[in-house]
């Protein structure tokens, strides 16, 4: 059996900061890089606090989603890179208002540095194509 691996590269996202891809495709599953709040014209963290940073990172994470075939309710694995644990409330918060029923499975951790002195990072796997969710509500 041959799988398919396709590379996932956007312009409408930031272009990731060392040797690795946006997101890699492995026939219909999505990997998603770690994503941080950058201002995709700048390169640069967006200014704030967490929550802005969070939001940013999120919008980026759903523009290579889409990039991808695939999209927020889609996503199976998020894991969550925190500088401080203490904002895990915080980046809860932001993270509900893109994921908000159905919410994929999650990690967080306080780990002790993120590139770029970033507040938070957040990769994702995903599904492309058609996903139907079925859960016992």
């Not at 599953?29 to 940013?56: C, F, I, N, P």
């Not at 159905?102 to 306080?110: H, T, V």
């Amino acid at each position: 059996m041959t799988l398919t691996k396709k590379i996932i590269s956007t312009n409408k996202a930031p272009k990731p900061i060392a040797p690795f891809n946006q997101a890699v495709v492995l026939d219909t599953t999505l990997y998603v890089s770690g994503v941080l709040g950058l201002d995709k014209d700048t390169m640069k963290l967006v200014e704030g606090d967490v929550t802005t940073e969070a939001r940013q990172a999120l919008c980026n994470l759903g523009i290579i989603l889409q990039a991808a075939n695939s999209a927020y309710d889609k996503v199976v694995k998020t894991t969550i890179f925190l500088s401080d644990i203490n904002d895990f409330a915080a980046v809860n918060d932001v993270y509900k208002e893109f994921f908000t029923r159905d919410f994929p499975a999650r990690s967080a951790f306080q780990v002790a540095k993120l590139p770029m002195n970033a507040r938070l990072e957040i990769e994702a796997i995903a599904g492309t194509g058609t996903v139907k969710t079925v859960c016992c509500h």
